[in-house]
């Protein structure tokens, strides 16, 4: 049996890298529970993905799937309510 999930947008920053992908978490979870849970693995899988450098902004590569240490993570914030909250100013 599987548990369902759900697809979140988000920016992740390590010290070198920017990364925009989709963090698959558990439904009715915030991006805050799985951050935060000590049952997290050590790596988050993340797909969609496309990867920057923090230093001069460029992209350096996209993939469909990438793994990511929970030690190397800085910062960590969701895009889909930013993208959400401009649409209602917009209006």
Known sequence: MHAKKEKIRVEVYTNLHRI???IHIFSGARLTDIMQ???????????????????????LFAADFLD???NHIVMVRPLENLANRARETDL
């Open 68 to 70: 990511i240490s929970r």
């Open 37 to 59: 849970s000590r049952e997290t693995q050590s790596f988050f899988a993340l797909t969609d993905v496309v990867v920057y450098s923090v230093e001069s902004g460029k992209e």
């Open 20 to 22: 925009e992908a989709d």
